[in-house]
Structure formats: structure tokens, C-alpha cells
């Protein structure tokens, strides 16, 4: 795995069941001994059952937290805290309310020190990018949520990190904006060849989306399976998700995800018959 653009290394994360500290002793693990590599330039998606640490990984991945054992390796060297070659997209869209599009975008480059006369072509070319060039001068309350998530992904890709990380960033889209941002996040992909990894917890998301598919066990997360998807040209196909190569690959990974769900559900059995009980 020598090569990889980032490597989580026999990862482990423990966190405190009340407070979410770590705690050395007691302590819920989300992730155990968990070992992935993701290649430069490709597209990676994890998909897992609720609570398995899918965000948990991209948390580490992004420097928002450390291991509690193992390592999380870009490029090489051991991740220590958030940097600018990763840019990190939320399910919530986190843009300032007071800027407009534009000025949005253009806050990470702000923080890069970019010069003014170049953060404007920069925030041009990217609001374009997604889409939105004709909504620069408009603030995040006259926007619809593809369009503020959009604008997101913008900020992202503005100042050129090296390696884009998606937390479940469509999820609270409707359905017809959801396959829409599918669409463009490829288009994107294609046309930037950074390295993506996206988290998600649909299953035709995953297949759609990923070049490969990494499948986590529920809770403690460890990597199951990881699946090569080939749909071929989605370009060239009337109807990608209706083929017999997408539904090979659909029900191949929920195969893999059926009895960690039920493992999932099972654990979370006892926790609900506690909160339940009578007191006294």
C-alpha cells in the first residue's frame, strides 16, 4: 500500500460513551484495527449500517480527530490536524449566511493568503464549475439546498486540496437533486481527477458513484469487503442504475451489509430495553 494517497494504518478509535472523550478504559470503540487504502486520483466510497464509524473515518482522515492506536497516513506522512490538501464537505452545508455565493467560495482561499486580484478568477471559475455562475452575487438564504451544497463543494475544490472528503453530503436532498449532484460530483471528478472519498449510507449512492466500494461490519467498524465497480461508460448509457451490471454490483454489497445491519440492530436491542425500563 506504498502508493496509496491515504492509508488508515490498523486504526482504532475509542470514545467515552457519555461525554465522546476517549478514555482509556470503558470506552464505546467505533473503529478497531481498521486497515484501508485509497489510491491517488480515484474515487472511493464507504458504505456501512448506521453507527459503524463511516464519519468517524473521515473525521481522522481530515484531522478533526486522532486515532486512539494506528495511524492515518496522506502521502506518507501521519495526519496531525486539519491542512489545506483536504477539503471536506458536509451533509450540512456550513456556509457563512452573510456572504454571497461568491464570497463564500472564496474564504478558503482567503485563509490560503491567495491574492485578491486571483481569488476573483479562482471563485469565477469554480462557481462555473458547479453550475452556479449566475448566482455569485446571492446570499445562502435565496438558494435551494442543492444549490447552497453546490456551493460547498465550490468552496471545497477552490483552494485545489489535494484529496476531497464527503460526509454524506446529499443525504438531505430530495431525490431528483440527490441524482442530479450525483451526476455533477462525476462530471467534477472527472474533469479534476482528485481523490475523493465519500461516505454514505445508500447503497445505490455507492454503486453509483465509487470506482470502488469499501463495505464496513457494524460496530466496532472494520473494513469487510472491498468491491471494484465497473458500470462503464455512464455517459453513454440511457439508464445506468436500471443495468445488469448495476444491479450485479447492488446486490453484492448489500449481501455484504445484510447480517451487519442485523448485527447493528441487534446490538442496539439491549440500549433501547434499558432507556425503556420502569424506574423504581
Not at 99 to 112: C, D, I, P
Not at 122 to 134: C, K, N, P, S
Not at 177 to 190: A, F, G, K, M, P
Not at 262 to 271: G, L, V
Request: glycine residues 10%; hydrophobic residues 40%; proline residues 5%.
Amino acid at each position: 500500500m506504498s502508493g496509496d494517497k491515504v492509508l488508515f494504518d490498523q486504526v482504532s478509535k475509542t470514545f467515552d460513551a457519555r461525554t465522546g472523550r476517549r478514555t482509556p478504559g470503558g470506552a464505546v470503540t467505533a473503529l478497531d484495527r481498521l486497515t484501508l487504502g485509497v489510491r491517488p486520483g480515484e474515487f472511493l466510497v464507504v458504505v456501512g449500517p448506521s453507527g459503524c464509524g463511516k464519519s468517524t473515518l473521515l473525521d481522522l482522515a481530515g484531522g478533526l480527530s486522532r486515532a486512539t492506536a494506528g495511524q492515518v497516513l496522506v502521502n506518507g506522512r501521519p495526519v496531525t490536524g486539519p491542512g489545506l490538501d483536504r477539503g471536506i464537505v458536509f451533509q450540512q452545508y456550513a456556509l457563512l449566511p452573510w456572504r454571497t455565493a461568491a464570497g463564500n467560495v472564496a474564504f478558503g482561499l482567503e485563509a490560503k493568503g491567495v491574492p485578491r486580484a486571483d481569488r476573483a478568477d479562482l471563485v469565477a471559475q469554480h462557481l462555473d464549475l458547479v453550475g452556479l455562475g449566475a448566482f455569485a452575487g446571492h446570499y445562502p438564504h435565496q438558494l435551494s439546498g442543492g444549490m447552497k451544497q453546490r456551493v460547498a463543494i465550490a468552496r471545497s475544490l477552490a483552494y485545489d486540496p489535494d484529496i476531497l472528503l464527503m460526509d454524506e453530503p446529499f443525504a438531505a436532498l430530495d431525490a431528483q437533486t440527490r441524482d442530479s449532484l450525483q451526476d455533477e460530483l462525476v462530471r467534477i471528478w472527472e474533469r479534476t481527477g482528485k481523490t475523493i472519498i465519500f461516505i454514505t449510507h445508500a447503497i445505490d449512492e455507492a454503486v453509483y458513484l465509487g470506482r470502488r466500494v469499501a463495505v464496513m461490519t457494524s460496530r466496532p467498524g472494520r473494513i469487510k469487503q472491498v468491491i471494484d465497480v465497473e458500470l462503464g461508460d455512464l455517459d453513454a448509457a440511457e439508464d445506468v442504475r436500471s443495468s445488469d451490471a448495476f444491479r450485479h454490483h447492488r446486490h453484492q454489497i448489500w449481501t455484504l451489509l445484510r447480517d451487519e445491519v442485523r448485527a447493528a440492530q441487534a446490538a442496539e436491542r439491549p440500549t433501547l430495553r434499558r432507556q425503556e425500563a420502569p424506574v423504581g
